[in-house]
C-alpha cells in the first residue's frame, strides 16, 4: 500500500539518483580529504617529536595579521579560527541541503541518524563526566568527546577493501551532519565568555546582507560574496563568538531552490568548489598546528591516570560507540525508522567504533576548553590516543564485515560454466 510505504520508510534505503551521485561525490572527495589528514597528522607528530619540534613551536607560534583590527594571531589561531571556518561552512550548507531536500526532510528516515547522532554525543559527554568526576578533575572537558571527525573516519575507510554496503559509508555520513550541527551548537553556546554587542550585531547585519545578495537578488559572483565573508568573519572574530559559527552560518543562508528549470542548486554547486578547499587544504593544516603533541612517558602516563585526559579518551573509544549504536537500537524499536536490507546490526556497530574518531573538531573544543598549555597537551595527546583506539577497533570489525561481503560478491558471481551468467540465477 503507497501510505503504508511512506509511514515506514527504509532509511538508506535505494537513493533517488540526483542524490546518490551528490552522496558518491561528497564520500569520494572527503575519501581523499581523510587521507590527506592522516598525513598531516603523521606529519605533526614527526616534527613535533623530533629535534625540529623548536621549529615547529616557532611556527605555530608565529604571529601576523592586522592588530588594528584585533586580527593579530598565531598561525595556530589562524588555522583554528580562520581555516576551520571553510570546513563549517561545507558544513553549513550540506546541513542546509540534507534538510531541504535530502533524508533529514524526513521524519521518518531523519528519526535513526539524528538519534544515533544524539545519543553518540550525550553518552560520550556522560562517560566523560563520571570518569573525570569520580576521579577529582572537572566537567572542564565533557564537550571535547562529542565529535566525530568525517573525514578522518572516512580516510580510515578508504584503508578497507571496497565490498563494504554503500549504505554502510552514507550512514556514517550522514551521522556527521548531525553531529556537526550538534558541535556547532556547543561551540556557540558554550565557549563564548564575553559578547562585543556592536561586532556582533555588524555580523548579523552582513549575514543579512549576504542573505539578500544571494537568496532575494539572486546576485552572482565571487568577488561580492568573499569580501563579505571576510567582513563576517571578522566582526564575528571580535564579537567574542568564535568566528567558525560565521562560516557554518553562510553555510545555512545557502539557496537550496534550484536556479531555473534544469539549473543546479546553487548550494550544492557552492559547496562542490568549496569542498576540496575545506578537505584538502583547511583541515590539514588546522592538524597540522593543532596535532603536534610531544608524545612522552609522562604525556602518555597523564591520558591513563589524570581524570580529564582518561574521560576524553574513554568517552571517544567506549562512549562513542555505547551512544551511538544503543540509539540506533532504540530508533528502530520505538520509531517507525528501519535500516537498509543491506546493512547488519555488526554494520553498525562498526560505524559507531568508527564514529569514535573524534580528531579535527575534538582538538579544536580542546583547545577552547583548556586554555592552559599543559593541560591541552594532555588533552590533545587523550583526542589521539582515543581517536586511534576508536579506528583499530573499527578496522578489525570492519576487516572481517569486509572479508563477509567479498566472500558474498564472489558467491553471487561465480560462473563456473562461463557462459556470462552467474551460476546463482540458474540454479532451481
Given at each position: ?32 580529504g ?7 597528522a ?33 598561525v595556530?589561531?589562524?588555522?583554528a579560527?580562520?581555516?576551520l ?12 541541503r ?8 524526513h ?12 545519543c ?6 556522560l ?19 562529542m ?13 578497507i ?18 553531529d ?8 556557540a ?6 559578547i ?63 536556479d ?59 562512549g ?109
Amino acid at each position: 500500500m503507497p501510505g503504508h510505504n511512506r509511514r515506514n520508510r527504509t532509511f538508506l534505503g535505494r537513493l533517488p539518483l540526483p542524490e546518490r551521485t551528490f552522496v558518491a561525490d561528497a564520500l569520494r572527495t572527503e575519501t581523499v580529504g581523510g587521507m590527506v589528514l592522516l598525513a598531516a597528522a603523521a606529519v605533526a607528530l614527526v616534527w613535533a617529536n623530533t629535534p625540529l619540534s623548536v621549529a615547529y613551536e616557532s611556527v605555530r607560534e608565529f604571529h601576523f595579521g592586522i592588530g588594528a583590527l584585533g586580527l593579530d594571531l598565531s598561525v595556530a589561531h589562524w588555522t583554528a579560527d580562520g581555516l576551520l571556518a571553510i570546513f563549517f561552512f561545507v558544513a553549513g550548507a550540506e546541513l542546509k541541503r540534507e534538510l531541504v531536500v535530502g533524508e533529514l526532510r524526513h521524519p521518518g528516515t531523519a528519526a535513526l541518524p539524528v538519534i544515533a547522532a544524539v545519543c553518540g554525543m550525550v553518552v560520550p559527554a556522560l562517560v566523560y563526566g563520571l570518569v573525570a568526576t569520580s576521579m577529582g578533575g572537572t566537567w572542564n572537558g565533557w564537550a571535547v568527546p562529542m565529535a566525530t571527525d568525517i573525514a578522518f573516519a572516512l580516510g580510515v575507510l578508504a584503508v578497507i577493501d571496497t565490498h563494504l554496503p554503500s549504505a554502510l559509508r552514507a550512514f556514517l555520513l550522514t551521522l556527521a551532519v548531525v553531529d556537526d550541527l550538534g558541535a556547532i551548537v556547543v561551540i556557540a553556546l558554550f565557549y563564548t565568555s564575553t559578547i562585543n554587542f556592536p561586532a556582533l550585531i555588524g555580523a548579523v547585519l552582513g549575514l543579512g546582507l549576504f542573505f539578500h545578495l544571494h537568496d532575494q537578488r539572486r546576485v552572482h559572483g565571487w568577488y561580492w560574496y568573499l569580501p563579505l565573508a571576510l567582513v563576517i568573519w571578522g566582526l564575528m572574530y571580535n564579537s567574542g563568538v568564535h568566528a567558525t559559527v560565521a562560516g557554518v552560518a553562510m553555510g545555512l543562508l545557502l539557496r537550496v531552490a534550484k536556479d531555473g528549470e534544469r539549473g543546479r542548486r546553487p548550494a550544492e554547486q557552492i559547496e562542490h568548489l568549496v569542498r576540496p578547499v575545506s578537505a584538502g587544504v583547511a583541515v590539514p593544516l588546522f592538524t597540522l598546528f593543532a596535532a603536534g603533541v610531544s608524545v612522552t612517558g609522562d604525556t602518555l602516563g597523564a591520558v591513563v591516570s589524570e581524570p580529564e585526559p582518561l574521560g576524553v579518551a574513554l568517552g571517544l573509544a567506549a562512549g562513542k560507540v555505547l551512544g551511538i549504536f544503543a540509539g540506533s537500537y532504540l530508533a528502530v524499536r520505538f520509531t517507525r525508522a528501519r535500516l537498509s536490507p543491506d546493512l547488519a546490526w555488526a554494520d553498525v556497530l562498526a560505524v559507531a567504533m568508527l564514529a569514535g574518531i573524534g580528531f579535527t573538531v575534538s582538538l579544536l573544543i580542546g583547545e577552547l576548553a583548556y586554555p592552559d598549555p599543559a593541560d591541552r597537551e594532555q588533552i590533545k595527546a587523550a583526542v589521539l590516543l582515543g581517536s586511534l583506539t576508536s579506528a583499530l577497533l573499527a578496522c578489525l570489525l570492519l576487516r572481517l564485515r569486509n572479508n563477509k561481503y567479498r566472500r558474498l560478491y564472489e558467491e553471487e558471481n561465480l560462473d563456473v560454466n562461463a557462459d556470462g551468467i552467474p551460476d546463482i540465477y540458474q540454479q532451481r
